[in-house]
C-alpha cells in the first residue's frame, strides 16, 4: 500500500497551480482532500508524477448565498456542509448528501470539488448536483469558464475540465417557493459507496408537481439523470400511482450492472423503491 | 452498554482493595493502550534495519515459466531477492510443514496454488525502495484452470497439490460417533429433517495485520525474532525444527498484539522469509503486511460444506443427528487444531440437546484458494457446528409447529443429568440450559415478543424472533488427546512474591487484548490477598515466560488461569509454614483468611501475606529455602463447557429487504466470573464478530479464483453502526474439576451470535415456506424471496 514515486508542489494560488498544471500537463494530478486520489494511488492504480496540491491556496473554502444562488468554495470539506445551519436548514438534498458520504473521518477531509472532479459514478455528489441543476465554476489559463452540470460528466472518470483548469466553486439556485428536496442512499454498511442513491429536487405547486430533477448514484457508467421519472412526476400529483411510475421509469433507465452490492435486477428494483421513497420524503420537505 | 442483569450470582471473596475475583477492576493495560504508547512488532525499529516486501502471484493457478529479479535488483538500495530455488538450496526451506502435518509452500518454483501467494521476497534499505522493487520482478506465468468449488475439487480433474504422492484433491475423512447406532435410531425416527448449508469462508481482519522483525546476531549465532504471535513458545519450537538453529538460540518476543482471533496462530510463508532474509544479510529484517495482503493471503476460517439431518419422536423429542461435511481446506490443510482433530472439535455439535446417537463424518478438499482454516474466535470448529445444530433445531421445531423456545426446553441435557456424556464422547462438566434459556426469555420478554409478531404478521409486517442456545467446549486441553505437533497442550504459569509483598506473575500465553495483565492478576490476588495492583503479569517473551501452547480456543482461562491458581496455591502452602514459624503455631492451627494467616479462635494473631513475604527473604525456618515463588505446569482433566442462551429480534424491510436487529439479548454462563467488565467486553465484541458473518462478512471468489473482497471496500465488517445495542445477562454454573470454577468466554459470543440472528430471520419469513438461509444473510437475498412471493413496499 505504498504509492510509486512522485514529485510535490503546494502553489498558494490558483494562478500558481494552473501554471504547474500547464507546464507538466498529462503527468500532472490535482491533489485536493485525496480521499479518492491518495487510496488510488496507494494501490498503485494511480500513478501520477506530479502531485499539485491545492489545499494551501485561501479562499476556495466557503459557504455563502449571495443574492442569485448559493456559491460552495470547490475546496469545501464534506464536514463544513455537514455542520452548516444554512445547508441544513435551505438544502436539505444536500444536507442529506453531505450526511451519508463515507465516515466522519473521510469527511473531514473530502471536498466538494473533488467529489465532483473525479466523477466516480458511485460518489453521491454528482447526482445530488445534477438534481439542483448546479452550475461550475473552472479556471484556466484563459480565465473562468461556467459550465452546466448537465455538461459536465462525460464518462467514468471524465469530467468537461480541461488538465489545466481547476474546479473553483459550485453554485447551486436558491430554494424557491414550493421547493424541497431529499437524498436517499441504500449502503451495504455505514461509510459504503451506494448500492444505489437516488437525489431529488422538485417543485410543488397547488399539490402538482411543476419541476423535478432526479440523479442516479451508482447505477450507470456515469453519473446520470432520471429523465423519464422526472417526465413521469412533472405535471401530477406526486402520490400513489404516479410514484410507482417514476420508480419505474428510473428503474428501466438506469444501466446498473452485477457486482457483489447485487444482480442488476435488484439494483434496479431498489432505484425503483428508492426513488419512490426520496419523491415521498421530498414532498414532505415542501409542506415543512 | 446495557447490563440487564446485576451481579447478583458473580462470587465476591476480597475487599476492593484486594480486588480479587469478581471485581469489576478497570484493565491495567488500557492506560498505555488509550495514550497510543502500545508497542506493536511495526513499532520496533532497529539500527541498520532493512525491510522486506512480498511479490504476489495475480493467478490462483499458474506454472511459473521465470522469475526475472534483475530490474529489482538494480534498483539502489535493493539487497536481494529471494526465491523458491533459493530456498531450496538452503536446506529445502520452499516446503514448509503445517500444524496438521500436511505441507504448504514458503515460497513455490513449479506452480502458484493461490490469488495472492508469496512468489518471491525482496530486501531493501527502505520500505519504499521495496514496494517499488516489487514492482519490478518480472514473471512469467502460464495460468492454470482453477478449482474453486469444493465438490468439483473432489472430481480430480485438476490436482492442486502435484507435490504430494496422492494425485487427489481429496485431503482426509474423519469420523466420530457411533454409525449403526445413528442410522438405526433414524430407522426408528417418525421425524426427520435434513437441510444443507455452507458456512462461508471468513477472515479474521485484527486491526493489526501479521508481521514480524527477525534479527539475526552473526557473531552469537542467535536469532531474536518480534512476531505478531498468538503463540510464541510453540512457534520458538517450530523455528528452531525447521531453521535447525538450537532452540537456546532463539527468543520470541510477542509485544503488544492488535487482535489475533486465530489468525496468528499459522505460521505463513512471510514470517519464513523474514527470517532467512536476516539470516542472509545478517542484518535485523522488517516484515509488515498490509491489509489487502492479510485479507487476501492469510489463514481463512471457516468454509464448511454441510449436510445434516435431525431425528426426533413423535413427541418431539430430539433422538440422533447424522451430519455429513466438506471442508474447503484452500491449498494446504493449514487447519489450526489439535493434532488428533482434523476437524476440530466440531462433533461437539448435538450441542444442548440430549439424544441417543449421532454420527459426524468430514471430508477435505484441496482447493485454489489460500490455506487454512483458522479457529477464528472458536474452539476449534465448534461455531459450525454451533450453526449447524441451532439451525436444525429451529427447523425441527418449526416443522413440528412447536415454540422454537418450548422446543429446545423440552429436549435439553437436564441440570441433574450433569456431567453429561454425550454421544459423540465429551464429558459435559455442568450445565444449567434450561435457566439461561428463561432468563433471556425474561429479559427480552419472548411471550409477549411473540403475540406482537403475530399480530404484524396479520398486517403484513414481517419481524422474526431467533434463540440459539449453545454450548462450547474449550480449554484444550488434557494432555491425553490434546497436543499440537506432539507438545501436549498444557498451559503454565510461575509467580514470584517479592520481600516487599509485590509480584510478578509469568504466563504461557499471550493477549492479543483479552486483558490477561488484568485478569490473572485478579486470579492471583484471589488466591493470595496481594492487591492486583501489586502484581505485575508478563508474557510473551520466550526467555522470561514459562513455555505454554498459547492463547485461542478460549484456553487461557481453563489452562493457565487454573495454573496460576495451583501456583499461587503452591506458594499460600509455604507461607502457611512460614506463618506457623512467625506465629510459633502448628501449621493445622491456622487458617487462611483473604490475606493472612491467623490462629483459629484468636484472630489478633495473625500474619499477612505481605509480612510472611518479607519473613521469606529475611526471617524464614533454618532449613527451608529461601524465597517465595512457585510454578505450575498444569494439564486439564477435561474442557470446560461454557453455555448460554441468546434471542434476537428482527424487523424486514418489505422494500429493500434489509434486515434490522432491533433487539439481542445474550445471556452468558461461563463459570465463575474473573472480572465482569472484562467478560462483558469479551461479549460485546464476541457478538459484533457473530453478528459479522450472520448479515455481512464473506470472502468471494469468481470461478478464477480470484478474490473479489480483497480490500474493506468489499469485506463488510461491520461498525459500531451496524451493531445493535447488546443486552446481557448471565448465569453463574462453575466448572467443577477447574480450581477457580472458570470456564473462559472470549469466543462464545461468537459461536452463537450467527445461528441466533439467522433464525431470526428465518423465522420471520418460515410462513412463505423459507426453511433455511445461508449467512451471510445480505438483503438482495431476502429481496429475491419477497419478490417470488409477491411482497413489495406498500
Ligand atoms: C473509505 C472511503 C469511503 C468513501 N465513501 C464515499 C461515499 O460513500 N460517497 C462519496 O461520494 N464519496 C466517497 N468517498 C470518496 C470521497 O468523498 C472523496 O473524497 C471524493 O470523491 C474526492 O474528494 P477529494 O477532495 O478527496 O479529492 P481528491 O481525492 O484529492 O481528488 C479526486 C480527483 O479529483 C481531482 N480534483 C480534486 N479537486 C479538484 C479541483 N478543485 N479541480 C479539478 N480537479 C480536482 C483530483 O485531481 C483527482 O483526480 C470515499 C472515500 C473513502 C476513502
Known amino acids: ?288 | 452498554m446495557s447490563i440487564t442483569e446485576s451481579d447478583k450470582d458473580v462470587r465476591i471473596t476480597t475487599p476492593a482493595d484486594v480486588c480479587g475475583m469478581g471485581h469489576r477492576m478497570k484493565r491495567k493495560e488500557d492506560p498505555r493502550f488509550i495514550q497510543g504508547a502500545g508497542h506493536y512488532v511495526d513499532d520496533i525499529k532497529l539500527p541498520g534495519m532493512l525491510y522486506l516486501d512480498i511479490v504476489r502471484s495475480p493467478h490462483a493457478h499458474a506454472k511459473i515459466l521465470n522469475i526475472d529479479a534483475s530490474a529489482a535488483l538494480a534498483l539502489p538500495g535493493v539487497l536481494a531477492v529471494i526465491t523458491g530455488q533459493d530456498l531450496k538450496a538452503a536446506g529445502n526451506l520452499h516446503m514448509m510443514p503445517t500444524l496438521m502435518s500436511d505441507t504448504q509452500m514458503v515460497l513455490p518454483i513449479e506452480k502458484v496454488v493461490y490469488y495472492a501467494q508469496e512468489v518471491c521476497a525482496v530486501v531493501a534499505t527502505s520500505r519504499y525502495i521495496a514496494a517499488d522493487a516489487v514492482e519490478l520482478v518480472k514473471v512469467d506465468y502460464e495460468p492454470l484452470p482453477a478449482v474453486v468449488d469444493p465438490f468439483q475439487a473432489l472430481k480430480d480433474e485438476v490436482i492442486v497439490r502435484e507435490d504430494k504422492e496422492k494425485k487427489s484433491n481429496h485431503v482426509w475423512h474423519w469420523e466420530t460417533g457411533n454409525k449403526d447406532a445413528t442410522d438405526e435410531v433414524f430407522s426408528r425416527s417418525s421425524k426427520v429433517v435434513k437441510q444443507k448449508m455452507h458456512i462461508p469462508r471468513i477472515h479474521v481482519s485484527s486491526i493489526e495485520t501479521c508481521g514480524m522483525v527477525a534479527d539475526w546476531d552473526k557473531i552469537n549465532e542467535h536469532m531474536t525474532i518480534y512476531m505478531t504471535s498468538q503463540a510464541p513458545h510453540a512457534h520458538r519450537t517450530v523455528v528452531s525444527l525447521v531453521s535447525g538453529i538450537p532452540e537456546h538460540k532463539i527468543r520470541v518476543i510477542s509485544p503488544d498484539i492488535g487482535g489475533g482471533f486465530g489468525g496468528k496462530v499459522p505460521v505463513y510463508p512471510g514470517y519464513v522469509c523474514t527470517i532467512v532474509a536476516s539470516l542472509v544479510t545478517g542484518k535485523p529484517v522488517k516484515w509488515i503486511e498490509d491489509r489487502s495482503e492479510n485479507l487476501q493471503a492469510d489463514s481463512f476460517a471457516r468454509d464448511y460444506h454441510i449436510d445434516a439431518e435431525l431425528a426426533a419422536d413423535a413427541n418431539g423429542k430430539i433422538t440422533g443427528l447424522r451430519v455429513k461435511t466438506l471442508a474447503d481446506d484452500g491449498a494446504a490443510d493449514a487447519a489450526a487444531n489439535p493434532s488428533k482433530f482434523p476437524a476440530g472439535l466440531y462433533s461437539i455439535g448435538t450441542g444442548s440437546y440430549d439424544m441417543e446417537a449421532a454420527h459426524f463424518e468430514v471430508d477435505a478438499a484441496y482447493t485454489t484458494k489460500p490455506p487454512g482454516g483458522v479457529a477464528y474466535r472458536c474452539s476449534f470448529r465448534v461455531t459450525e457446528a454451533v450453526h449447524m445444530i441451532e439451525r436444525m433445531t429451529d427447523i425441527m421445531a418449526h416443522d413440528l409447529g412447536q415454540d422454537p423456545a418450548e422446543f429446545r426446553m423440552k429436549n435439553f441435557i437436564k441440570k441433574e443429568q450433569f456431567p453429561y456424556h454425550s454421544p459423540t464422547g465429551w464429558d459435559y462438566d455442568s450445565g444449567d440450559y434450561h435457566r439461561a434459556l428463561r432468563l433471556a426469555m425474561d429479559l427480552i420478554g419472548y411471550e409477549d415478543l411473540r403475540k406482537e409478531q403475530a399480530e404484524k404478521r396479520q398486517r403484513g409486517e414481517l419481524m422474526g424472533i431467533g434463540i440459539s442456545s449453545f454450548t462450547e467446549i474449550v480449554g484444550a486441553g488434557p494432555s491425553k488427546d490434546f497436543d499440537i505437533l506432539g507438545i501436549k497442550m498444557f498451559d503454565s504459569c510461575e509467580i514470584r512474591i517479592h520481600p516487599t509483598g509485590s509480584a510478578i506473575v509469568r504466563i504461557g500465553v499471550q493477549t492479543q487484548g483479552q486483558g490477561h495483565e488484568t485478569t490473572f492478576a485478579q486470579i492471583v490476588a484471589e488466591e493470595l490477598g496481594l492487591p492486583a495492583s501489586a502484581i505485575t503479569v508478563e508474557h510473551g517473551d520466550t526467555d522470561t515466560a514459562p513455555y505454554g501452547l498459547g492463547t485461542y480456543a478460549s484456553r487461557s482461562t481453563p489452562t493457565a488461569g487454573a495454573a496460576a491458581a495451583v501456583a499461587a496455591r503452591k506458594i499460600r502452602d509455604k507461607a502457611r509454614k512460614i506463618a506457623a514459624y512467625l506465629l510459633e503455631a502448628n501449621e493445622e492451627d491456622l487458617e487462611w483468611d483473604v490475606n493472612k494467616f491467623m490462629v483459629k479462635g484468636s484472630p489478633t494473631r495473625a500474619k499477612t501475606i505481605q509480612e510472611i513475604a518479607f519473613a521469606a527473604y529475611t526471617n524464614f525456618p533454618q532449613g527451608m529455602e529461601a524465597g517465595m515463588e512457585a510454578v505450575n505446569y498444569y494439564d486439564p482433566p477435561n474442557l470446560t463447557f461454557p453455555f448460554g442462551s441468546y434471542i434476537c429480534v428482527v424487523d424486514i424491510d418489505k422494500g429493500t429487504g434489509e434486515v434490522k436487529v432491533r433487539r439481542f439479548v445474550a445471556v452468558d454462563d461461563c463459570g465463575n466470573i474473573i472480572n465482569p467488565l472484562i467478560v462483558e467486553g469479551q461479549i460485546h465484541g464476541g457478538l459484533t464478530m457473530g453478528l459479522a458473518p450472520a448479515l455481512f462478512e464473506e470472502i468471494v471468489y469468481d470461478e478464477n479464483g480470484q478474490n473479489l473482497s480483497g480490500t474493506f471496500m468489499d469485506y463488510l465488517l461491520p461498525t459500531s453502526m451496524e451493531t445493535p445495542k447488546w443486552e446481557l445477562g448471565k448465569t453463574v454454573t462453575p466448572s467443577p474439576h477447574h480450581p477457580i470454577g472458570a470456564k473462559g468466554v472470549g469466543e462464545s459470543p461468537t459461536v452463537g451470535a450467527p445461528p441466533a440472528i439467522a433464525n431470526a430471520v428465518v423465522d420471520a419469513l418460515w410462513h412463505l415456506g423459507v426453511r433455511h438461509l445461508e449467512i451471510p444473510i445480505t438483503p438482495p437475498k431476502i429481496w429475491k424471496i419477497l419478490r417470488d412471493n409477491g411482497i413489495d413496499e406498500d
Open chain 1, 1 to 288: 500500500m505504498i504509492p510509486g514515486k512522485f514529485e510535490y508542489f503546494a502553489p498558494s494560488s490558483v494562478k500558481e497551480a494552473i501554471g504547474l498544471l500547464d507546464r507538466y500537463g498529462e503527468d500532472a494530478k490535482i491533489l485536493a482532500g485525496g480521499q479518492s486520489l491518495i487510496p488510488a494511488m496507494r494501490f498503485r492504480l494511480a500513478q501520477p508524477e506530479i502531485l499539485v496540491d491545492i489545499n494551501r491556496i485561501e479562499g476556495l473554502d466557503y459557504i455563502r448565498e449571495l443574492d442569485d444562488y448559493l456559491a460552495i468554495g470547490a475546496m469545501t470539506r464534506e464536514a463544513s456542509l455537514e455542520k452548516s445551519a444554512l445547508i441544513s436548514q435551505r438544502y436539505p438534498l444536500l444536507a442529506d448528501t453531505a450526511k451519508v458520504i463515507a465516515d466522519p473521518l473521510v469527511r473531514n477531509m473530502a471536498t466538494v470539488g473533488g467529489n465532483l472532479a473525479h466523477a466516480d459514478p458511485a460518489n453521491d455528489h454528482p447526482a445530488t448536483m445534477l438534481a439542483y441543476d448546479a452550475t461550475l465554476v473552472a479556471e484556466g489559463p484563459d480565465g473562468d469558464t461556467i459550465i452546466g452540470i448537465d455538461d459536465f460528466f462525460l464518462g467514468l472518470f471524465e469530467t468537461s475540465l480541461a488538465k489545466d483548469q481547476i474546479l473553483k466553486e459550485i453554485r447551486l439556485p436558491k430554494p424557491g417557493p414550493g421547493s424541497g428536496g431529499a437524498y436517499l442512499k441504500i449502503e451495504r454498511k455505514v461509510g459504503d459507496y451506494a448500492v444505489v442513491g437516488v437525489a431529488i429536487q422538485l417543485t410543488v405547486e397547488n399539490g402538482t408537481v411543476t419541476a423535478a430533477r432526479i440523479g442516479l448514484t451508482n447505477v450507470a457508467g456515469a453519473p446520470m439523470r432520471a429523465k423519464n421519472a422526472e417526465a413521469a412526476l412533472i405535471g401530477n400529483a406526486p402520490t400513489g400511482d404516479i410514484l410507482e411510475k417514476a420508480g419505474q421509469a428510473a428503474a428501466a433507465e438506469c444501466e446498473p450492472w452485477s457486482d457483489l452490492r447485487g444482480s442488476e435486477e435488484y439494483k434496479r428494483d431498489m432505484v425503483r423503491i428508492v426513488t419512490k421513497r426520496a419523491i415521498r420524503k421530498a414532498v414532505e420537505r415542501v409542506g415543512a
